[in-house]
């Protein structure tokens, strides 16, 4: 049971590891590829949205065809773009190879489903603490490891750092872990005969064009603000936008009602009938966009020049950042045992409040990189108090027939909130611009004091309302057994 708790553990280590070595280098993918930063926020977007879109099929899958042979296939998928990322000669080459690594990040339901299968209920909190903590270790090895190679060796050798490990990882879940998927049924004393071998195909390829279409539309929203008067920047509205606005409309009403129609919805109604676990995935797709939203825009902050930023290098960037994920690693088994001893809603309150609070410093008194790095701290105490504390209540409200699904909606709205936060983020940065002379023959455009401003206050508010929520889980789930 812990042998397959610490290969699950690892494969949420390599995966922030991966997503968080390439944030120190993303003023250089800036440059290399020659990018707008509205454009730059889909090196992490276009990741998540194949992670947002693969998720509720990865959960589905596993339900019908087990959880390991997923689990391999998409251990696999990830791999490969792996390879292909160090060798992206241009931009559309490096998004395919993110296409396939966030396709292989859809395997995390899957990992949850199996946790629920193989541990007994009163160490679920602890199991899922762990794992959590693990996304934060992989993050506190990628910000030293990745900070250092991409100042000294360049981002490309990132890549050759992981992928041995992601090689011997697939061995070592054909060896290692087992094969329960009769489990569940004996659990349940019925056939899932609903699982069958039926697949909602129409509903997924609808999610995917819903999904994909809400986020060309965030980045078409914005326009550059060069060379253009404060009252044109307004007024003007791209026409690429509207037409990604109507077609995210389209695909999401016709979404809506061919799950209503189906007799296998990719995402079943009753799963949002409860307000635990309908509430519970409104805070995780914020907890999704506030820890995206960071990883986007701290590394052009703190890399930008001096006035509009501190004018740092990728190192002193990742030690910027460390104190956060560090406090994602301790914190996350922490909040399990926490959750075992006083429940699930007490450590979510507090949680969104610490988030509330820590947008709030950022927003009002980012004057050098200490505070920051202090200021993170708080945000990141929140993050991970409210993640774990809203998966655990997910977990614990979903039955084991439906566990895989449930784990895997759960998961597609943080991913999508995951995505979301980065286009935001480009699109305030895009929209903000300041010139400011590099050297005596060279000025170049960035993001000025304003962009931070309108970004830390959207997220601000968006805390504010999950703090909003956590109240009303209070009020009627506070009797919820832990």
């Known amino acids: 049971m812990w042998t397959t708790l610490a290969i699950l553990s690892s494969i949420a280590t390599i995966s922030m590891y991966t997503e968080t070595m390439l944030l120190p280098a993303l003023p250089h993918l800036i440059h290399d590829f020659n990018l707008s930063y509205n454009s730059s926020s889909w090196i992490l977007s276009v990741y998540l949205v194949a992670g947002a879109v693969m998720t509720p099929v990865s959960g589905k899958l596993s339900d019908i065809y087990g959880k390991k042979k997923i689990m391999i296939i998409l251990i ?20 395919i190879s993110r296409i396939l690594q966030g396709i292989g990040i859809s395997v995390f339901p899957v990992t949850f489903g199996i946790v629920r299968e193989q541990f007994p209920r009163e160490k679920l909190a602890i199991s899922q603490g762990i794992i959590s903590s693990m996304f934060a270790g992989g993050s506190v090895l990628g910000l030293a ?15 050759f750092s992981i992928i041995p490990i992601a090689i011997c990882l697939i061995f070592i879940i054909i060896r290692f872990i087992p094969v329960v998927e009769k489990k569940v049924t004996e659990i349940s004393g019925q056939k899932n005969e ?24 965030i980045t078409f929203l914005r326009t550059d603000s060069l060379g253009i008067n404060h009252d044109e ?34 995402i079943s109604s009753r799963l949002f009938l409860d307000r635990g676990i309908l509430s519970s995935n409104i805070i995780l797709l914020i907890v999704g966009m506030s820890m995206f939203t960071i990883f986007q825009t701290l590394p052009i902050l703190i890399q930008s020049p001096y006035p509009l930023g501190f004018d740092e290098n990728a190192l002193q960037m990742s030690i910027v950042q460390l104190p956060f994920a560090l406090v994602l690693l301790i914190l996350g088994p922490l909040t399990g045992f926490i959750i075992t001893r006083i429940g699930q809603t007490t450590p979510l309150l507090i949680g969104t409040l610490a988030m509330s609070l820590g947008f709030s410093l950022l927003l009002f008194m980012r004057v050098n990189e200490f505070f920051i790095s202090v200021f993170l701290v708080i945000l990141s105490i929140g993050l991970s108090l409210t993640n774990v504390s809203s998966t655990n209540i997910i977990m614990v409200k979903s039955s084991y027939q439906q566990i895989g699904i449930s784990l895997g909606i759960s998961n597609l709205l943080r991913i999508i909130g995951s995505s979301i936060g980065p286009t935001i983020a480009g699109l305030f940065m895009q ?4 010139l400011v002379t590099v050297n005596k023959n060279q000025a170049q455009y960035f993001p000025s004091a304003a962009a931070y401003d309108f970004i830390f206050c959207t997220m601000l508010l968006l805390s504010i309302f999950a703090l909003c929520i956590s109240f009303f889980l209070v009020k009627y789930y506070s009797k919820i057994p832990s």
């Open 194 to 217: 609903s699982s069958g071998k039926k697949f909602d195909l129409k509903g997924s390829i609808l999610l995917g064009i819903s999904i994909i279409s809400f986020l060309l539309f």
């Open 431 to 434: 929209s903000h611009l300041f």
């Open 76 to 95: 696999s998928i990830y791999t490969v773009g792996l390879m292909i990322s160090p060798f992206s000669s241009n931009f559309i080459t490096l998004l």
């Open 145 to 159: 490891i990745g900070g250092t190679i991409v100042q000294y060796y360049g981002w490309r050798v990132t890549f």
């Open 233 to 266: 920047l307004i007024s003007r509205v791209p026409i690429a936008s509207l037409f990604f606005l109507s077609i995210f409309g389209t695909g999401f009403t016709l979404f809506l009602l061919v799950e209503r129609k189906t007799k296998f919805p990719l």
